[in-house]
């Protein structure tokens, strides 16, 4: 997961509101109950600490949302009387709303939230052209398309020498719509940095277009079995989402796994508990960190200096570090502070693999592991 975005939660200061807003619920009174929502949050960050500003701009940013179209839900992250961010989740906050008052923006939920959303273009085809949707948890919309050569298009039954002739310039019409269709598609995903690229038509159109795509393509390119017509094409639409990303997900995991072994020298390239984490982190060796959301490492507490790099086991530690000012936080928002300003992408595994499925796939036992680049 790319998490560029979160860059303006830790380019100021804290300490942070952070609030998950449930919009899931679409009734008579919704908006009362939203407003009344609203308040609440307001008095419970209040009651965390939080100064007068900053709970009023939250409760009016929520407040702002007594009639939205949300399907799932908002987090905001307020610091100083101003609301910094405010992402649509694409599941809604499990438990309700919820407020924070830290140190740190308290981010993790936004990760599992959000969840490895793939962003997809569906391709509709057949032999004139295409046209493009793109698709993610937060809805569809039009994403283009592109009209190849209409004629000729159809073959005869006739085996008259003109009539094969006629026959042939058809496959060159088909042939050369596919490539077209292939070359706008490739443009579309730069375009939208889509995810998964699902073709839709018969097979013979949808096996053009994909021999057609670039290598760099070939990777995250899936043929449906429903045609458009079929009102069973959005499900299995889903399905095809869903299993790129417990793919993508598996592919994190054996690789943490892979690199957690030894080398001949007896160095590991991966890492997990928060001393090694918080080792690496100072040292800015992390490449990637995997996070599975609410594992028993994530709850525990470490401390932290002002810049990214400055996180320590124990306060004394930072001290000895000449690290003046320290502050207690969680280890998951403490290490995903690091990752993101020091340009390692986090990867929060758990929305893929459920509880089970992660154990047996020994993914890191107590919820936070890492990657590391060598000095």
């Not at 997961?1 to 200061?13: G, K, R, V």
């Not at 830290?102 to 490895?116: D, I, Q, T």
């Not at 993610?136 to 592109?146: D, F, T």
Request: net charge negative.
């Amino acid at each position: 997961m790319d998490l560029a975005f979160l860059h303006p939660l830790y380019e100021q200061p804290g300490p942070w509101a952070s609030v998950y807003v449930d919009l899931s619920r679409h009734a008579e009174d919704t908006a009362r109950e939203r407003q009344l929502t609203a308040g609440a949050v307001a008095r419970e960050l209040a009651a965390q600490g939080a100064d007068e500003a900053t709970c009023r701009a939250v409760q009016e940013a929520v407040d702002d949302l007594r009639h939205s179209s949300d399907p799932h839900g908002r987090a905001l992250f307020a610091r100083a009387g101003r609301v910094v961010l405010d992402p649509p989740l694409a599941r809604p906050p499990q438990g309700g709303t919820t407020a924070h008052w830290a140190p740190l923006p308290r981010v993790s939920p936004l990760l599992e939230l959000m969840g490895e959303d793939p962003v997809c273009v569906v391709a509709y085809i057949d032999r004139k052209g295409a046209d493009f949707e793109l698709r993610s948890a937060l809805g569809s919309r039009e994403a283009g398309g592109v009209t190849g050569r209409q004629w000729p298009l159809h073959r005869t039954s006739s085996a008259e020498w003109s009539e094969r002739h006629f026959q042939l310039r058809v496959e060159n019409t088909w042939e050369h719509n596919a490539a077209e269709i292939a070359d706008a598609l490739a443009v579309c995903q730069e375009e939208t940095g889509a995810d998964l690229l699902i073709l839709v038509g018969d097979d013979r159109e949808r096996r053009a277009v994909h021999e057609r795509l670039p290598k760099r393509l070939q990777h995250c390119v899936v043929e449906a079995t429903r045609g458009a017509g079929s009102r069973l094409l959005d499900d299995e639409v889903e399905r095809l989402r869903a299993e790129h990303v417990r793919a993508r997900t598996q592919e994190d995991l054996d690789k943490f796994l892979a690199a957690r072994t030894p080398d001949g020298e007896g160095r590991a390239a991966a890492v997990e508990g928060v001393p090694a984490l918080v080792e690496a982190a100072r040292e800015h060796r992390i490449d990637e960190l995997l996070l599975i959301p609410e594992g028993p490492d994530t709850h525990r507490e470490v401390w932290i200096g002002e810049d990214a790099d400055q996180l320590a086991v124990r306060r004394t530690e930072l001290k000895t570090l000449g690290e003046q000012h320290s502050w207690s936080a969680r280890a998951d928002d403490a290490l995903l502070r690091s990752a993101v300003m020091t340009g390692a992408p986090a990867i929060a595994v758990t929305p893929a693999l459920p509880p089970d499925a992660a154990e047996e796939a020994d993914a890191p036992v107590g919820g936070l592991g890492a990657l590391l680049r060598w000095k």
